[in-house]
T-cell receptor
Framework: EAAVTQSPRSKVAVTGGKVTLSCHQT?????MYWYRQDTGHGLRLIHY???????EKGDIPDGYKASRPSQENFSLILELASLSQTAVYFC???????????FGPGTRLLVL | GEKVEQHESTLSVREGDSAVINCTYT??????FPWYKQEAGKGLHFVID?????DRKQSQRLIVLLDKKAKRFSLHITATQPEDSAIYFC????????????FGKGTLLTVTP
């Protein structure tokens, strides 16, 4: 089965601070995704990427940047963290856009 | 864009009974429908999927049905066990050049012994 890892697994950040969430996959997948999960909202797509050095906006990109320096690595960056960005963040990868997505274990972010 | 509605937010069944979770979608172009299971404090784990070229798929105790006319798909878990307790998410993918899955909001399934 696909292996997607995330770090850190949890983080406490201060409002206005910079936060970087990292994702690493060992499946040789081209597509990678960042989602956030909030109670009552399910999963919402923030950014995605289908090739190294390129990222695309998802449904809720405001306040987030993404970076894909290599096929294996995909980062989510919060330049100025805000209270509303408290959530659980999931990274996923897939071989193609219509294929099964494999998820990492998530990062629980608390912004104070 | 695509919208996926997951009809049951919570579902409680007795061990050994069947559980059914229903989802509807809006985009007639959607062609791929995966289901994910999320146990407490963990990530989403793929459990089963169905594509629009079939209307039924089974994997052990899991059955997925797809009704394209009604734009409805459902997950049936037979002979439920306590370890089936989790949040289940349905999703839909529109195919073509579309890049993303649209998720339902999840169903919390509780299986009581």
């Amino acid at each position: 089965e696909a292996a997607v890892t995330q770090s850190p697994r949890s983080k406490v950040a201060v409002t206005g601070g910079k936060v970087t969430l990292s994702c690493h996959q060992t499946n040789n997948h081209d597509y990678m995704y960042w989602y956030r999960q909030d109670t009552g909202h399910g999963l919402r797509l923030i950014h995605y990427s289908y090739v190294a050095d390129s990222t695309e906006k998802g449904d809720i990109p405001d306040g987030y940047k993404a970076s894909r320096p290599s096929q294996e690595n995909f980062s989510l960056i919060l330049e100025l963290a805000s209270l509303s960005q408290t959530a659980v963040y999931f990274c996923a990868s897939s071989d193609d856009r219509g294929d099964t997505q494999y998820f990492g274990p998530g990062t629980r972010l608390l912004v104070l | 864009g695509e919208k996926v509605e997951q009809h049951e937010s919570t579902l409680s069944v007795r061990e050994g009974d069947s559980a059914v979770i229903n989802c509807t979608y809006t985009d007639t172009a959607s062609s791929y429908f995966p289901w994910y299971k999320q146990e407490a404090g963990k990530g989403l784990h793929f459990v089963i999927d169905i594509r629009s070229n079939v209307d039924r798929k089974q994997s052990q105790r899991l059955i997925v049905l797809l009704d394209k006319k009604a734009k409805r798909f459902s997950l049936h878990i037979t002979a439920t066990q306590p370890e089936d307790s989790a949040i289940y998410f349905c999703a839909a993918h529109s195919g073509g050049s579309n890049y993303k899955l649209t998720f339902g909001k999840g169903t919390l399934l509780t299986v009581t012994p």
